[in-house]
């Protein structure tokens, strides 16, 4: 009796949560492959286009920047987790587009407000201004490595960033419903 071997793909999920100012560091593994560390993850890049797909999030999550976490207001406090998990996450595909998640301390059930990108399986949110503007500068320079080798013929770190805010102010930052609006919505219907 022969059996055939059954195969599963199975897509794996990965979220990492910041909360305020941390480091990040670009650098060149020993393999000679771009790697981006941040808080309890390094990430490999193996493939150009999903460097620039992760640049181009992290320019539109910086749009929506003063609306989500505006500095005058308080974005509370994340506790911290009891449990921390180190990854090592290799970026090898070429993905077609980021998506951006926003929720506003405003309508946020805990008061903390939320910005996050998403790429494949892996997001990372963060729940503060700081740790934001922290993710923009690691995931741009982690792009320029690939941008300034010139032989994948990306444009620059800076040609991206002007597309997508001329995208932006031409056709306006799309409003995200937060799950509050998707609620409220869902009860008047």
């Keep these: 009796m022969t059996t055939e071997a059954e195969t599963v793909d199975a897509v794996s999920q990965l979220t990492i949560h910041l909360a305020g100012e941390h480091e990040t560091d670009a650098s060149i593994g020993l393999t000679l492959i771009p790697l981006l560390k941040i808080p309890t993850t390094i990430i490999e890049f193996r493939h150009p286009t999903g460097a620039r797909v992760w640049w181009e999030g992290w320019c539109e ?78 995931w741009r320079e982690a792009y320029d490595m690939f941008a300034s080798d010139g032989g994948f013929g990306l444009p620059s770190a800076d040609e991206v960033a002007a597309r997508v805010r001329a995208d932006h102010a031409r056709h306006g930052v799309n409003e995200l419903l937060t799950a509050a609006e998707e609620q409220r919505a869902a009860r008047t219907q």
Aim: charged share 25%; hydrophobic share 45%; with cysteine.
């Design 61 to 138: 999550a910086a749009e929506m920047l003063d609306r989500i976490f505006p500095e005058q207001v308080d974005a509370g406090e994340l506790r911290e987790p009891e449990l921390t998990i180190n990854s090592f996450v290799i970026l090898d595909d070429a993905p077609r587009r980021a998506k951006i998640r926003a929720r506003s301390a405003a309508v946020s059930p805990d008061g903390i407000g939320a910005l996050s990108v998403t790429v494949g399986g892996l997001t990372i949110a963060c729940a503060s201004r700081a740790a934001v503007e922290c993710q923009v500068r690691g």
